[in-house]
């Protein structure tokens, strides 16, 4: 398997199961859920473990109670917690409100940032990087790491530079682009081979610089948690490449990996769910 470095976040999600669906005004019955493990970082970082990689995080969490519990979490999957730092003040929360369609709405009550770039992330050997970070101040050290190996960068923020990678990844709901393509480029710059576009019941879309367009027919899944479900498209999509996979068989790898996770509870696809993908 595939030496893979996870730069994202990680968090304690508090989920609230809804009576009802979340709507403007409304005053609605919820059940409190046990805090889980989040963070669009972390959810990749342990379905990707859970597959069998060698998996490295690059983040922050806080020097709190939650931060601790954040580290045992993430060990316990399987995950290298050896370049993740601890920084002064509450790591990041969240609260998720799950409805009975499983639609979810997150609110996120502060978010552990490190002061500057994680240099760090150049001194861990990967065959691929996957990024899901806010912060703006990323590029010149993504331009290295994609000098050596793949990387794959998940968008928003959206700007030029931001983040230089081969592959380009984004939900149609997130950044609503025209020409995706044009997006791609302009976050990537000359580094961009493929922008992916997710689209949750409609499947997924590819565009190559080379002008090929693929699409990729979304599988049907009974929605239990949509919590997470990006996250598990974009370690799908991580594990296909990793393994050498073309682009249209990587796709479609990570539509069935979003749809498996939609179909359950939970932040993270689940390790009993990545065994039955794997088959």
């Not at 794959?152 to 380009?168: D, F, M, W």
Request: some cysteine; proline content about 5%.
């Amino acid at each position: 398997m595939a030496r893979i470095v996870v730069v994202g976040g990680v968090a304690s999600d508090e989920v609230v199961h809804l009576s009802s669906r979340c709507r403007e005004g409304a005053h609605l019955d919820g059940v409190p859920a046990k805090v889980r493990l989040g963070g669009g970082g972390a959810n990749t970082a342990v379905a990707l473990a859970a597959a069998g990689h060698q998996v490295a995080m690059v983040t922050a969490v806080g020097n709190d109670a939650a931060g601790s519990w954040q580290l045992a979490q993430l060990a316990a999957r399987g995950v290298d917690i050896s370049a993740v730092v601890r920084v002064a003040g509450r790591s990041t929360r969240s609260i998720l409100l799950v409805d009975p369609a499983g639609e979810r709405t997150i609110v996120n009550l502060g978010r552990v940032q490190e002061a500057s770039p994680p240099v760090r992330l150049l001194d861990l050997p990967a065959d691929l990087v996957y990024v899901r970070n806010r912060s703006t101040a990323l590029g010149p050290l993504l331009a290295r790491a994609a000098a050596r190996q793949p990387v794959v960068a998940h968008v928003p923020p959206v700007g030029e530079g931001l983040y230089p990678a081969q592959v380009v990844l984004a939900s149609q709901s997130d950044v609503q682009a025209d020409d995706p393509l044009a997006l791609g480029r302009l976050v990537a710059g000359e580094w961009l081979h493929w922008m992916v576009l997710t689209r949750g019941a409609h499947g997924a879309q590819a565009f190559d610089v080379g002008g090929e367009t693929l699409e990729v027919p979304a599988v049907p899944a009974a929605a239990v948690d949509s919590t997470g479900a990006g996250d598990a498209f974009a370690a799908g999509l991580c594990h296909a490449l990793a393994g050498g996979l073309n682009m249209p068989a990587a796709v479609a790898e990570a539509v069935r990996w979003g749809a498996a996770k939609v179909a359950e509870d939970g932040s993270a696809l689940s390790a009993r769910s990545v065994r039955r993908l794997l088959g």
